[in-house]
């Protein structure tokens, strides 16, 4: 008896670890919400665009596990010397008292070529289309969008992917997919 037991409680904890790893996994590779980025440079943001070199923005929550990857990628982005990007990381607060003093703020200040700036409230994302963390747009020194999405395959993962390829594409060569999902928290939540 004692051993039926203890084998319905071990055949338990297996589907149980079954049905955590479907419900991670599907939490990994399902995209976060995605709004169109404006075709043309918002003539209303407040951030500036290179009418040099092609510039990135990036809209990040500072406290989204996610963000980490995102960044990640953005650093290989800005240290392949086969473009002359600029780039801002637009870091979601939900409101002007909201300290940013996370590990996410620091490395975007570490990297090369960008700039960090804090979106109190959210205008700034909801003029680009933004509505989660990690959507990066490119746009060309004209003012015309390149790309719209993000640049990890899933949820806090680094690694080779199409948005990846297709904005180093887009700043290279100018062939990239112009689009990719985007995988991070709502920048309204955490």
């Known amino acids: 008896m004692a051993t039926r037991w203890v084998v319905l409680l071990l055949l338990a904890w297996a589907v149980a670890l079954v049905v955590g790893f479907v419900l991670v996994g599907d939490w990994e590779t399902t995209p976060g919400t995605a709004s169109p980025a404006p075709s043309h440079w918002p003539t209303a943001s407040t951030i500036s665009r290179s009418v040099e070199h092609p510039t990135i923005v990036m809209f990040a929550h500072p406290h989204c596990p996610c963000t980490r990857a995102s960044l990640a990628e953005l650093a290989a982005v800005m240290r392949d010397d086969r ?76 690694g080779d992917n199409v948005g990846l390829r297709s904005v180093l594409a887009q700043l290279t060569a100018r062939r990239g997919q112009p689009t990719y999902d985007v995988f991070g928290c709502s920048l309204g939540g955490s």
Do not use: C, M, N, Q
Request: charged letters at 20%; glycine letters at 14%.
């Open 83 to 158: 473009h002359d990007a600029t780039a801002t990381v637009v870091f979601f607060a939900v409101d002007a008292s909201a300290e940013l003093d996370t590990p996410t703020w620091a490395a975007a200040g570490d990297l090369p070529r960008t700039r960090r700036v804090i979106d109190h409230g959210g205008g700034l994302a909801k003029l680009f289309g933004a509505t989660t963390s990690g959507h990066l747009v490119v746009y060309d020194r004209e003012g015309a969008l390149l790309f719209s999405g993000g640049i990890t395959g899933s949820r806090g993962h680094v």
